[in-house]
């Protein structure tokens, strides 16, 4: 809608005279045109929408644009913050005012304003100009209400049971309880809580919260998660009881593989213990504090035994009903002893926390030869059952956890080596007993039931699947089935191992954050899923690990396994950042992490000879995982140099993005010295090939950058010869799969890259699905492999391949030169017989989509570009010579030459592949066509 502002301009009224002032009024008129357009919407603060519970005293603010009219860019912003509802209403940023500001930016604003206060909330609001002479109105008001701040905010001790004679009660978990009274009407409350191992917090007789394992899995010497809650409507005026109920989870359970469970590795062995703050404030704002002292009572819970890898034992005859409720007679309870404090900085939640996200039902039931039930949910899943029984009181039943059948139809759980994976329930007799376990998940296709009362159904048990709670930003699609169901074998491998961390595996004795396994898989993982509060968290996880001379672990949080880390997984310190960077395009994570990045640098750059980085243990009798479970083997040592390279190379390149002129100089030094000395070391200037002559051996020097431009196509061809000698199989492991495919399609092979992903035969990842999987496979040959050994049925890391689904075959990047897809890369690459491909992603501006049809006469190709963003556009000539490419249906150019103009695309060149466009936000069709159609 357009507004013309009023002008009197005052003459006198001849005919003449009249006519000017008539013209004079239009054509100021005209100038004054203001174009009105939607306030922006979708405002959040740290990743979450009206979030309570935050610790950052500088946080990020975004919203998103809602002019969808073609090439609509902000150029300004005002942004209001406000102690008051009211204040902001007047538009009276007391806290912050920021003017208006010339910028496009529209996320990751970073709040200028006075000091925020623990516990109060503050008020926001955002109006925006853009480049169609538009001002909105302001948006409507959000908030975001800020945490605890400072040490002296916490009047919570930590308690823990008073006696624990042996490491059995030490283990035990154990319910805690108190009993309070509020006087006066509830304006709001605020539960502010933590516990070691895990807690699961109750009040009036609720669970407080849809958020499980918390508080999570930290480097817990250094860092502990707190939850914040919103529970005022949990409290009534007068007599009122919290609870909670603790177990061991990460920190008292053990970790890590061993004969036995005593041999793992833990960070205490207890007693569990509590930290809570429950503040109630009344109408006039006086805060009444309930916090965990000694005032406080305990009593072992009806858990016998919890453990993360062994499963619950649950005695449902040991309830006692209204514990967690005022008026419970708890005369047998026992008063709580004040715990060691611990001396980790608390934080806030930073990881989406873990949720139950879907039920599954079982697809099949079957009695096997042992009297038992098993239940097949069709689907690898992490998370656990869900039971519903009713029999006897002491009736026991056991739920065995497995991926794998044995020929009998039994539950096969070898592969979980020392791991249980067994839920025990024991019945209370009282009617229909429905039971989830606390503490523990498992990674199962099948549970076998054993001990049920009467023949089960499918209503029996439900698979509840739980991860972090990451928000699914990414959607492809496909006339190639078995690409499709490869890519959904991906995203359940993805949502299987993000549990606090990412896991290489979610089922037996090991579940740790493999660094290698995350950094080949994380484009993928941004593709899939919103990762950056996800990876901001881990990757501090890495940096509170670090030791001092700089060396990072393998797994992080660092347990189990000794440092220094070994190449490629070390230097996920480097690539998770920069990938997290272009994916998102928070700076933030770049600065906080740069300091470990750079730490990790100088500790190889330290070790390394002539610029040649080796790591050996001490009698140099290895020298890493190199490319681990490779059907090819590929010699350690260059592997290892190739790193060094790698994660120089980014770091110059983060530095540059941070403004650290010297460093920028000083590491893409650094890593053309190291290139230069690979070269002379490991290039064989007689064979023309890279020393082992495999598959990664050339791969991870192409796809790095160490390659000279005028050796390229000879290390092009002895890939495409390596590929050959495979059948067209890959032989790569965890570090060679994330390249194959694009390497290929990149220079000129991508018919073998489609032709690769659509096999059928060992190795590849459609064996995988003709053996039944469902999931991404540890190995490419997990069925012959021995499953008493390392065989996850589980890992995501050989689903690297993602990245090359959504950014070759349907043609979607981002951007690293405008990060976080203000700027994106559209190059769709049709092939073979794919006639149709779909991706989209939500990104922080909007959906971005790409939708592709091929025919033999044409190829269609529709896009969506979000507001406040542009493309780049490669329309594909393909194979059939189109000559003609028409936009929103009228022919833009002929034979590579402009036809029309159009006020949001440029056509920016004719490339042998393609027709090059910039275009501005909205959406396009393009047809590619040849004439006469």
């Given at each position: 809608?357009?507004?013309?502002?009023?002008v009197?301009?005052?003459?006198?009224?001849?005919?003449?005279?009249?006519?000017?002032?008539i013209?004079?009024?239009?054509?100021?008129?005209?100038?004054?045109i203001?174009?009105?357009?939607?306030?922006?919407?979708?405002?959040?603060?740290?990743?979450?929408?009206?979030?309570?519970?935050?610790?950052?005293?500088?946080?990020?603010l975004s919203?998103?644009?809602?002019?969808?009219?073609?090439?609509?860019?902000?150029?300004?912003?005002?942004?209001?913050?406000?102690s008051?509802?009211?204040n902001?209403?007047?538009?009276?940023?007391?806290?912050?005012?920021?003017?208006?500001?010339?910028?496009?930016?529209?996320?990751?604003v970073?709040?200028?304003?006075k000091?925020?206060?623990?516990?109060?909330?503050?008020?926001?609001?955002?109006?925006?100009?853009?480049?169609?002479?538009?001002?909105?109105?302001?948006?409507?008001p959000?908030?975001?209400?800020?945490?605890?701040?400072?040490?002296s905010?916490?009047?919570?001790?930590?308690?823990?049971?008073?006696?624990?004679?042996?490491k059995?009660?030490?283990?035990?978990s154990?319910?805690?309880?108190?009993?309070?009274?509020?006087?006066?009407?509830?304006?709001?409350?605020?539960?502010?809580?933590?516990?070691?191992?895990?807690y699961?917090?109750?009040?009036?007789?609720?669970?407080?919260?849809?958020?499980?394992?918390t508080?999570?899995w930290?480097?817990?010497?250094?860092?502990?998660?707190?939850?914040?809650?919103?529970?005022?409507?949990?409290?009534?005026q007068?007599?009122?009881?919290v609870?909670?109920?603790?177990?061991?989870?990460w920190?008292?359970g053990?970790?890590?593989?061993?004969?036995?469970?005593d041999?793992?590795?833990?960070?205490?062995?207890?007693?569990?213990?509590?930290?809570?703050?429950?503040?109630?404030?009344?109408?006039?704002?006086?805060?009444?504090?309930?916090?965990?002292?000694?005032?406080?009572?305990?009593?072992?819970?009806?858990?016998?035994?919890?453990?993360?890898y062994?499963?619950?034992?649950?005695?449902?005859r040991?309830?006692?009903?209204?514990?967690?409720?005022?008026?419970?007679?708890?005369?047998?309870?026992r008063?709580?002893?004040l715990?060691?404090?611990?001396?980790?900085m608390?934080v806030?939640?930073?990881?989406?926390?873990?949720?139950?996200?879907q039920?599954?039902?079982?697809?099949?039931?079957?009695?096997?030869?042992?009297?038992?039930?098993?239940?097949?949910?069709?689907?690898?899943?992490?998370?656990?059952?869900?039971?519903?029984?009713?029999?006897?009181?002491g009736t026991?039943?056991k739920?065995?956890?497995?991926?794998?059948?044995?020929?009998d139809?039994?539950?096969?759980?070898?592969?979980?080596?020392?791991?249980?994976?067994?839920?025990?329930?024991?019945?209370?007799g009282?009617?229909?007993?429905?039971?989830?376990?606390?503490?523990?998940?498992?990674?199962?296709?099948?549970?076998?039931?054993?001990?049920?009362?009467?023949?089960?159904?499918?209503?029996?048990?439900?698979?509840?699947?739980?991860?972090?709670?990451?928000?699914?930003?990414?959607?492809?699609?496909?006339?190639?089935?078995?690409?499709?169901?490869?890519?959904?074998?991906?995203?359940?491998?993805?949502r299987?191992?993000?549990?606090?961390?990412?896991?290489d595996?979610?089922?037996?004795d090991?579940r740790?954050?493999w660094?290698?396994?995350?950094?080949?898989?994380?484009?993928?993982?941004y593709?899939?899923?919103?990762?950056?509060?996800?990876?901001?968290?881990?990757?501090?996880?890495?940096?509170?690990?670090?030791?001092?001379?700089?060396?990072?672990?393998?797994?992080?949080?660092?347990?189990?396994?000794?440092?220094?880390?070994?190449?490629?997984?070390?230097?996920?310190?480097?690539i998770?950042?920069?990938?997290?960077?272009?994916?998102?395009?928070?700076?933030?994570?770049?600065?906080?992490n740069?300091?470990?990045?750079?730490?990790w640098?100088?500790?190889?750059?330290?070790?390394?000879?002539?610029?040649?980085?080796?790591?050996?243990?001490?009698?140099?009798?290895?020298?890493?995982?190199?490319?681990?479970?490779?059907?090819?083997?590929s010699?350690q040592?260059?592997?290892?140099?190739?790193?060094?390279f790698?994660?120089?190379?980014?770091?110059?390149?983060?530095?540059?993005?941070?403004g650290?002129?010297?460093?920028?100089?000083?590491?893409?030094?650094?890593?053309?010295?190291v290139?230069?000395?690979?070269?002379?070391?490991y290039w064989?200037?007689?064979?023309?090939?890279?020393?082992g002559?495999?598959?990664?051996?050339?791969?991870?020097?192409?796809?790095?950058?160490?390659?000279?431009?005028?050796?390229?196509?000879?290390?092009?061809?002895?890939?495409?010869?390596?590929?050959?000698?495979?059948?067209?199989?890959p032989?790569?492991?965890?570090?060679?799969?994330?390249?194959?495919?694009?390497?290929?399609?990149?220079?000129?092979?991508h018919?073998?890259a489609?032709?690769?992903?659509?096999?059928?035969?060992?190795?590849?990842?459609?064996?995988?699905i003709?053996k039944?999987?469902?999931t991404?496979?540890?190995?490419?040959?997990?069925?012959?492999?021995?499953?008493?050994?390392?065989?996850?049925?589980?890992?995501?890391?050989?689903?690297?391949?993602?990245?090359?689904?959504?950014?070759?075959?349907?043609g979607?990047?981002?951007?690293?030169?405008?990060?976080g897809?203000?700027?994106?890369?559209?190059?769709p690459?049709?092939?073979?017989?794919?006639?149709?491909?779909?991706?989209?992603?939500?990104?922080?501006?909007?959906?971005?989509?790409?939708?592709?049809?091929l025919?033999?006469?044409?190829?269609?190709l529709?896009?969506?570009?979000?507001?406040?963003?542009?493309?780049m556009?490669?329309?594909?000539?393909?194979?059939?010579?189109?000559?003609?490419v028409?936009?929103d249906?009228?022919?833009?150019?002929?034979?590579?030459?402009?036809?029309?103009?159009?006020?949001?695309?440029?056509?920016?060149?004719?490339e042998?592949d393609?027709?090059?466009?910039?275009?501005?936000?909205?959406?396009?069709?393009?047809?590619?066509?040849?004439?006469?159609?």
């Amino acid at each position: 809608m357009h507004h013309m502002k009023k002008v009197q301009i005052f003459l006198p009224m001849t005919f003449g005279h009249f006519f000017i002032q008539i013209l004079a009024t239009l054509l100021l008129a005209g100038c004054a045109i203001k174009e009105e357009i939607p306030p922006p919407a979708d405002l959040v603060c740290e990743y979450h929408t009206n979030p309570i519970g935050i610790d950052k005293v500088r946080p990020q603010l975004s919203w998103k644009i809602l002019d969808y009219k073609k090439g609509t860019m902000q150029t300004a912003y005002e942004i209001l913050v406000a102690s008051s509802l009211e204040n902001l209403n007047n538009n009276v940023g007391d806290m912050w005012s920021s003017g208006r500001v010339e910028s496009d930016r529209s996320t990751f604003v970073e709040y200028q304003g006075k000091a925020p206060e623990s516990r109060k909330t503050y008020f926001w609001k955002v109006k925006i100009w853009d480049n169609h002479h538009g001002e909105s109105e302001y948006s409507a008001p959000a908030i975001f209400e800020m945490a605890l701040l400072n040490k002296s905010d916490w009047k919570a001790q930590w308690i823990s049971r008073d006696v624990a004679k042996t490491k059995a009660d030490s283990l035990r978990s154990v319910m805690m309880r108190k009993e309070f009274s509020v006087d006066k009407p509830i304006k709001k409350a605020r539960l502010y809580v933590t516990g070691l191992g895990n807690y699961v917090f109750y009040i009036n007789g609720e669970k407080v919260g849809k958020d499980i394992l918390t508080p999570g899995w930290t480097h817990y010497p250094k860092r502990l998660q707190y939850q914040v809650y919103d529970v005022t409507n949990f409290l009534r005026q007068g007599a009122n009881a919290v609870g909670a109920m603790l177990g061991n989870a990460w920190w008292s359970g053990g970790l890590g593989w061993g004969k036995n469970p005593d041999s793992r590795k833990r960070y205490s062995f207890g007693p569990m213990k509590l930290f809570a703050q429950l503040e109630i404030e009344d109408q006039a704002g006086n805060i009444h504090t309930v916090a965990t002292d000694t005032t406080w009572l305990w009593y072992d819970s009806p858990v016998l035994f919890n453990n993360l890898y062994d499963g619950v034992h649950y005695d449902a005859r040991l309830e006692q009903p209204g514990w967690d409720n005022a008026g419970f007679d708890a005369k047998k309870w026992r008063k709580v002893a004040l715990a060691p404090a611990e001396q980790s900085m608390l934080v806030v939640q930073q990881a989406p926390p873990i949720r139950a996200e879907q039920e599954l039902t079982a697809v099949s039931i079957t009695k096997v030869p042992n009297g038992n039930y098993v239940f097949d949910f069709g689907q690898n899943m992490v998370g656990w059952g869900k039971l519903k029984v009713q029999g006897e009181a002491g009736t026991e039943i056991k739920l065995k956890f497995a991926e794998l059948l044995h020929d009998d139809g039994t539950v096969a759980q070898e592969n979980l080596r020392s791991a249980k994976g067994t839920d025990i329930y024991i019945l209370k007799g009282e009617g229909e007993e429905v039971w989830e376990p606390l503490f523990t998940y498992s990674g199962f296709r099948y549970v076998e039931i054993e001990g049920f009362p009467g023949e089960p159904n499918k209503e029996t048990l439900k698979g509840v699947v739980f991860y972090s709670s990451a928000p699914w930003v990414g959607k492809f699609e496909s006339s190639n089935q078995l690409i499709n169901q490869i890519m959904k074998n991906i995203t359940w491998g993805q949502r299987g191992n993000m549990h606090s961390v990412p896991t290489d595996c979610p089922q037996r004795d090991e579940r740790l954050g493999w660094m290698g396994d995350a950094q080949t898989f994380s484009p993928t993982s941004y593709y899939n899923m919103g990762m950056t509060r996800f990876y901001e968290k881990w990757l501090h996880d890495i940096t509170d690990s670090q030791d001092p001379s700089g060396y990072v672990y393998d797994v992080n949080p660092a347990i189990v396994v000794s440092g220094p880390s070994k190449p490629g997984w070390g230097d996920a310190a480097v690539i998770v950042p920069w990938v997290s960077y272009k994916f998102s395009g928070n700076k933030r994570i770049l600065e906080e992490n740069y300091d470990g990045m750079k730490a990790w640098v100088e500790f190889m750059r330290r070790h390394a000879r002539d610029n040649i980085y080796i790591w050996s243990n001490p009698d140099s009798t290895f020298f890493g995982y190199a490319d681990w479970i490779a059907v090819v083997k590929s010699p350690q040592k260059p592997i290892s140099a190739s790193y060094l390279f790698y994660s120089s190379k980014l770091l110059s390149q983060i530095a540059e993005v941070l403004g650290k002129v010297d460093d920028a100089k000083e590491y893409a030094q650094l890593a053309a010295d190291v290139a230069v000395a690979y070269q002379h070391k490991y290039w064989d200037p007689q064979t023309m090939n890279y020393e082992g002559g495999t598959q990664t051996a050339n791969l991870l020097p192409l796809g790095f950058g160490i390659t000279p431009d005028s050796l390229k196509d000879k290390v092009v061809k002895n890939i495409v010869e390596a590929v050959k000698r495979r059948n067209g199989h890959p032989s790569t492991g965890f570090l060679g799969t994330q390249f194959i495919l694009p390497m290929l399609s990149e220079y000129g092979h991508h018919d073998m890259a489609y032709k690769m992903i659509n096999l059928r035969t060992y190795p590849s990842w459609g064996y995988m699905i003709e053996k039944g999987a469902t999931t991404i496979w540890e190995l490419w040959n997990s069925d012959t492999e021995p499953p008493e050994g390392m065989n996850s049925r589980n890992h995501y890391a050989l689903g690297g391949i993602g990245e090359w689904v959504y950014g070759y075959l349907a043609g979607l990047k981002p951007d690293p030169e405008q990060p976080g897809f203000k700027h994106s890369i559209i190059a769709p690459m049709p092939v073979g017989d794919l006639t149709h491909a779909h991706a989209s992603r939500d990104t922080d501006y909007g959906n971005l989509s790409v939708d592709w049809t091929l025919t033999a006469d044409s190829l269609n190709l529709n896009i969506t570009i979000p507001p406040n963003t542009s493309a780049m556009v490669k329309v594909p000539k393909t194979q059939y010579g189109f000559k003609l490419v028409d936009v929103d249906g009228n022919t833009f150019l002929r034979d590579g030459k402009r036809v029309v103009t159009h006020k949001t695309i440029e056509y920016t060149g004719n490339e042998d592949d393609g027709y090059v466009f910039e275009v501005g936000s909205g959406s396009y069709a393009f047809k590619a066509h040849k004439p006469g159609l």
